[in-house]
């Protein structure tokens, strides 16, 4: 079984945006024991819109994560969820090869590449491919990662380090890398954001 990566994305509560590590604290202590199966986690605030967050968890497996789903720890959770979540949070899980170094990073960015109508995916993951070498030694950069979305096989998504959200944009707003980008939005719509994430003990 291969470690899978959960990306939750949600609009948060005004009890979550004024007071976060106190929720988190308290979503956490209704887990009688460590959580089985989940690696790490990292949380934090959207930089477009501070009123959505982040969630991004690590586990050992896919089935690691539907096992804690159907625990009783899982249940208890769910009253001190709903201070957290003004809405139905959005679930992503994905395969990358590597994640290290990009989540910690000041800055991730999140975006995915969803096949237009009539495309397959032969014809998007050569680009990405040319796009993840041509990022390496980009100045201020943290490194990325990129795979599939599991259960949806049109969607592409990527995690990439960077300094600053600024410096993410000096990097694609010309040359080679926007050439490729420009490629991959003839044949995908993208969706990207930002994200600022700290490591936290679930």
Sequence with gaps: MSPVTQIMHFKTTAAYVNNPTD?????????SDKIDGLAEAYVGFETEDPSNA?????WTSKSAHDTYH?????????????????GK???EFVQ????????SAPVTEFVT??????????KLTPLVEQLQSKLQGTPNFYGSSWAPVMDKSNVYYGVLGW?????????????PLKEIIDKVKEI???WLVHGILTQHNM
Excluded: C, Y
């Excluded at 990358?96 to 989540?103: C, D, H, Q």
């Excluded at 590449?113 to 032969?122: H, I, P, Q, R, S």
């Excluded at 300094?163 to 040359?175: E, F, L, M, R």
């Design 23 to 31: 929720l988190i604290s308290n979503l956490a202590s209704k887990n």
């Design 54 to 58: 982040f969630w991004v968890m690590e």
């Design 70 to 86: 159907q625990s009783d720890n899982f249940k208890a959770t769910q009253t001190a969820a709903r201070q957290v979540f003004a």
């Design 89 to 91: 949070p959005s679930h």
């Design 96 to 103: 990358f090869p590597s994640t290290k170094g990009i989540l």
């Design 113 to 122: 590449f969803t096949l237009k109508a009539g495309v397959t995916m032969d």
């Design 163 to 175: 300094t600053s959200v600024q410096a993410h944009w000096d990097a694609v707003s010309s040359g």
């Design 188 to 190: 995908a719509d993208l």
